[in-house]
Nanobody, 124 residues
Framework: QVHLAEFGGGLVQVGGSLRLSCAASARTFTTYGMGWFRQAPGKEREFVACISWSGGLTYYGDSVKDRFTISRDNAKSTVYLQMNSLKPEDTAVYYC?????????????????WGQGTQVTVSS
């Protein structure tokens, strides 16, 4: 069983920045692909970013490319999402997820474990 806990959400103004953290309980965290997803009110959950087990490969959704950066610290079993130049449309609950097969993937169905989510609200 893998437990994921997100931190760092909150209220920020347009153009501001936030850094989300996701701490994993698993000792085998270093073998997992990790992803961030988000769900806005009334919308389906969508892919934001993912990172390979080593951190050497990353991939981003088109709406966040060049504004968000995913990274990980395997020594701390933590994955991060640095969010810059935030827009009102970035308002959502953000979830981190773990793919225990270590695949770099944008597909939600490939992720075995999910955190509870953290709210990000961008005010205009």
């Amino acid at each position: 069983q893998v437990h994921l806990a997100e931190f760092g959400g909150g209220l920020v103004q347009v153009g501001g920045s936030l850094r989300l953290s996701c701490a994993a309980s698993a000792r085998t965290f270093t073998t997992y692909g990790m992803g961030w997803f988000r769900q806005a009110p009334g919308k389906e959950r969508e892919f934001v970013a993912c990172i390979s087990w080593s951190g050497g490969l990353t991939y981003y959704g088109d709406s966040v490319k060049d504004r968000f950066t995913i990274s990980r610290d395997n020594a701390k079993s933590t994955v991060y999402l640095q969010m810059n130049s935030l827009k009102p449309e970035d308002t959502a609950v953000y979830y981190c997820a773990a793919d225990t097969l270590g695949v770099l993937t944008t597909f939600q169905d490939n992720y075995n474990y999910w955190g509870q989510g953290t709210q990000v609200t961008v005010s205009s």
